[in-house]
């Protein structure tokens, strides 16, 4: 059962704006929702990197590599996380993928680093042409 789904992506171009979303439910949604959640990203032969986060009092992190561009918020009354993407670079170009964590905090070190997440979507592909 896939219980965190990304939905979102696409192709545009530099300079350009995407909103993801990602909609929790089942069993992580009834045992760990308000715990902390990110979204981090992949690109072709790179690991996956932490690119934003947000705790249960709604702070927020970000890498270095997006702040004053990308926007982390969640709604929990609609179980939902959502991304917003502004000035879009090619190097943002990537699987973005949705993680819930298991543990009602983390670190702001752990916030952006895979291993402090336990639940992941399936990820959605965000394109930047040029």
């Known amino acids: 059962q896939v219980q965190l789904v990304e939905s979102g992506g696409g192709s545009v171009q530099a300079g350009g704006s995407l909103r993801l979303s990602c909609e929790t439910s089942g069993y992580f949604y009834s045992r760990y929702r308000g715990y902390p959640m990110g979204w981090f990203r992949q690109a072709p032969g790179k690991e996956r990197e932490g690119v934003a986060a947000i705790d249960s009092d709604g702070n927020t992190n970000y890498a270095d590599s997006v702040k004053g561009r990308f926007t982390i918020s969640r709604d929990n009354a609609k179980n939902t996380l959502h991304l917003q993407m502004n000035s879009l670079k090619p190097e943002d170009t990537g699987m973005y993928y949705c993680?819930?964590?298991?543990?009602?905090?983390?670190?702001?070190?752990?916030?952006?680093?895979?291993?402090?997440?336990?639940?992941w979507g399936q990820g959605t592909q965000v394109t930047v042409s040029s």
């Open positions: 993680a819930g964590a298991v543990r009602p905090a983390l670190t702001m070190v752990r916030q952006l680093v895979p291993s402090g997440y336990g639940y």
